[in-house]
């Protein structure tokens, strides 16, 4: 074992690594402003509290996405479905036309954008942020929430989606 120095921050390489052994759901974060809309990929969604009921995500200071999601009355957590990796490169990938064909989607409750096929919606208005390191804490409350398939989520891990396997 390496040694240890209390104190000090991990080096970045290594602190990429061990996070990379950690497995994650993937999902697409979206909002509208000015009818136009916006969203993109997480893996940092999380739940934060039962009652009330909130949810966050990590957004990267240097987002393009996230000045246009801030402006959203509503924003949504689309959490994807096994077979939605290339949806979810789509929503990461600089510069992507990520609403345009061949992503299905349909205005929600107050035009917030909802991606087909997904396992679940959950929407929220925002509650709550915090700027954190590189990153933005984005708290939600959840006003709304369907599931729609439970069976196959999408996951990320080492750099690759994949799909989760069940013990038995
Ligand atoms: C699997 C995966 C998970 C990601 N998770 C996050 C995340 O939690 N927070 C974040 O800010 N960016 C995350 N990203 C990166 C963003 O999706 C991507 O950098 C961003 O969409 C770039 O475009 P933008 O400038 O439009 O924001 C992730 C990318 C991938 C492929």
Do not use: K
Request: glycine share 10%; aromatic share 8%.
């Amino acid at each position: 074992m390496t040694e240890m120095l209390p104190g000090r921050a991990v080096d970045p390489a290594r602190f990429r690594r061990v996070l990379s052994a950690h497995a994650a759901g993937v999902v697409i974060v979206t909002g509208q402003t000015d009818g136009i809309p916006a969203g993109l990929t997480a893996t940092s969604f999380s739940s934060v509290s039962l009652e009330p009921p909130l949810v966050c995500f990590y957004v990267d200071r240097n987002s393009t996405t996230w000045p246009r999601l801030r402006e959203a009355d509503q924003f949504a957590v689309n959490i994807l479905a096994g077979d939605q990796a290339e949806l979810a490169a789509r929503f990461a990938r600089p510069g992507a036309d990520r609403f345009g064909e061949p992503t299905r989607w349909r205005p929600g409750p107050l035009g917030t954008p909802l991606l087909g096929d997904t396992a679940a919606h959950v929407l929220c208005t925002p509650h709550s942020s915090l700027d954190i390191g590189d990153h933005i804490l984005v708290v939600g409350l959840v006003t709304d929430a369907f599931v729609y398939s439970l069976d196959h989520p999408l996951l990320y891990h080492r750099g690759r989606f994949g799909r989760f396997t069940p013990h038995g």
